[in-house]
């Protein structure tokens, strides 16, 4: 079973617009990641972020993390089309637990 | 190639058949990892390894299911008696060190089972 939830399920947006995903967790973790999936690219790692972080930045991604309230959000800056795809946060205990993802669109 | 590579990409089997799907890992990586994705979820930790060590089978859903990393290197994943409720993508990663690193995944194998 799954233990991290993402919100929204589904992120419809214009080509240049910000989009932010949320994740929230259960059970204390070592680091929280997160993952790009798309058909031509398979499961791509994006960031990692220890539990000792608060934010962590990569480009046009920032990353926050509130192990206060086991959350985690994902902004992505100025979309582009090509960043469609799912994304899922996974936290990392002792294994690595993927939640069910946020399917992005980003409309040109 | 510099990524982690799986085969076949595509598997269609039979009921009750038995399959083998392959994963070679990145050279030199340590952890490998077993995925099962279900359509429109995320991926489901099956199993996994440190060199040739299975330390984690949890995941695993039956007795079915069995992994092995004999050298450290190249891992099978063999599904016994395939059940339709097999179908699914799966998935192999691997990572530098024990996996608290990101993990680089491969393409996957989509099972089908009729």
């Known amino acids: 079973s799954q233990q991290g939830e993402e919100d929204p399920q589904a992120l419809s947006i214009q080509e240049g617009e910000n989009a932010t995903m949320n994740c929230s967790y259960k059970?204390?973790?070592?680091?929280l990641q997160w993952y790009r999936q798309n058909s031509g690219r398979g499961l791509v790692h994006l960031i990692l972020?220890?539990?000792?972080?608060r934010e962590k930045h990569s480009g046009r991604l920032r990353v926050t993390l509130d192990t206060s309230k086991k959350s985690s959000s994902l902004l992505i800056t100025a979309s582009r089309a090509a960043d469609t795809a799912s994304y899922f946060c996974?936290?990392?205990?002792?294994?690595?637990?993927f939640g069910a993802g946020t399917i992005l669109r980003v409309k040109s | 190639g510099a990524g982690v590579s799986q085969s076949p990409r595509y598997k269609v089997a039979k009921r009750g058949q038995d399959v083998a799907l392959r994963c070679d890992p990145i050279?030199?990586?340590?952890?490998l990892f077993w995925y099962q994705q279900a359509l429109g979820q995320g991926p489901e930790f099956l199993t996994y390894?440190?060199?040739?060590?299975?330390?984690?089978k949890s995941g695993l859903p039956s007795d079915r299911f069995f992994a092995e990393r004999p050298e450290g290197s190249v891992s099978t994943l063999k599904i016994q008696r395939t059940q339709q409720e097999d179908s699914a993508v799966y998935l192999c990663?691997?990572?530098?060190?024990?996996?608290?690193?990101?993990?680089?995944f491969g393409p996957g194998t989509r099972l089908t089972v009729t």
């Open positions: 050279s030199g990586h340590v952890s």
């Open positions: 390894f440190q060199n040739e060590a299975q330390l984690d």
């Open positions: 996974a936290r990392h205990g002792n294994k690595l637990v």
């Open positions: 972020i220890r539990s000792n972080e």
């Open positions: 990663a691997s990572s530098v060190l024990r996996g608290l690193y990101e993990q680089y």
């Open positions: 059970t204390s973790i070592n680091n």
